[in-house]
């Protein structure tokens, strides 16, 4: 069941698009809208700084809703700010994002371009915010006061998976060492192979070619018990801690 108010403020802001990047709120967005008769369509961006899995986990969550699904790519590394990891790299990064998702929208007819932003996130914490504001991007669950329990409520009532809350591999990295192709591989390898056996968020912060890998508690004896794996990869030294 969609909130009343989500569903009237869904149909008041068609035709929509939705930026889907595969994590859970924007799944339960598209869920939303789709119910509430709007026929939206998708957006994912590729930037290159994602774990390659998560545009295919969006291609197959807009698949089974039965939504248009497109997938336009921006190079974030061409961008000085990204790739030298300042610390504006996510308010460039989340502009560059929409305003292409934007771009899609006006292109193909639509009014509006929707985000899963909702009512726990913190603008403070989320530097991306002032470009969606900027931008004019609608936020359909921050509007409505829905937060994140709400969020996963519906996502069972929906029967969608509830994911691990994901971000971009570029946050692994200390402030002003640069974003390589090279170092989001590997932090993207090394969080797969943890991924593999350890459930929930895991997390892989990498200074140089050191290592600290963060996992959920009572997973640390799990965690090293695959260092040998993670240290393969081309890594100095791993030490695990709590995430």
Same mark, same amino acid.
């Given at each position: 069941m969609v909130p009343d108010c989500l569903c009237t403020y869904l149909r008041d802001h068609a035709p929509l698009v939705v930026a889907l990047s595969g994590g859970t709120d924007s799944a339960v967005l @598209?869920?939303?809208?789709?119910?509430?008769?709007?026929?939206?369509?998708?957006?994912?961006?590729e930037t290159g700084l994602a774990a390659p899995k998560e545009a295919g986990i &969006? &291609?197959? *969550?807009?698949? #089974?809703?039965?939504?248009?699904?497109?997938?336009?790519?921006?190079? !974030? @590394?061409?961008?000085?700010?990204?790739?030298?990891?300042?610390?504006e790299r996510c308010y460039v990064c989340k502009r560059l !994002? !929409? =305003?292409?998702?934007?771009?899609?929208? %006006?292109?193909?007819?639509?009014?509006? *371009?929707?985000? %899963?932003t909702h009512a726990g996130d913190d603008p403070a914490d989320r530097?991306? *915010?002032?470009?969606?504001?900027?931008?004019?991007?609608? #936020? /359909?669950? $921050?509007?409505?006061g829905i937060g994140r329990e709400e969020i996963v409520a519906m996502a069972h009532a929906? %029967?969608? /998976?509830? +994911?691990? #809350? #994901?971000?971009? @591999?570029?946050?692994?990295?200390? /402030?002003g060492e640069e974003?390589?192709?090279?170092? @989001?591989?590997?932090?993207?390898?090394? =969080? $797969?192979?943890l991924g593999e056996r350890i459930p929930g968020r895991v997390r892989v912060r990498v200074r140089g070619r050191s290592v +600290?890998? =963060?996992? /959920?508690?009572?997973?640390?004896? =799990?965690? +090293?018990?695959?260092l040998p794996r993670i240290l393969a990869l081309g890594f100095d030294d791993v030490t695990v801690g709590g995430a």
């Open positions: @598209l869920a939303a809208a789709v119910r509430a008769g709007v026929r939206p369509s998708a957006v994912t961006v &969006a &291609a197959e *969550v807009a698949a #089974s809703l039965g939504v248009p699904h497109a997938v336009v790519r921006v190079d !974030m @590394l061409a961008v000085d700010a990204v790739r030298h990891n300042t610390a !994002m !929409m =305003e292409a998702v934007r771009a899609w929208a %006006g292109e193909h007819g639509y009014a509006y *371009v929707t985000d %899963g530097p991306g *915010v002032r470009a969606l504001r900027e931008l004019g991007i609608v #936020s /359909p669950f $921050a509007a409505c929906f %029967g969608l /998976p509830v +994911r691990p #809350s #994901s971000s971009c @591999l570029a946050t692994r990295l200390p /402030p974003v390589t192709p090279e170092k @989001l591989r590997l932090i993207g390898e090394a =969080e $797969a192979v +600290r890998v =963060e996992v /959920p508690a009572g997973w640390d004896d =799990e965690a +090293r018990a695959l």
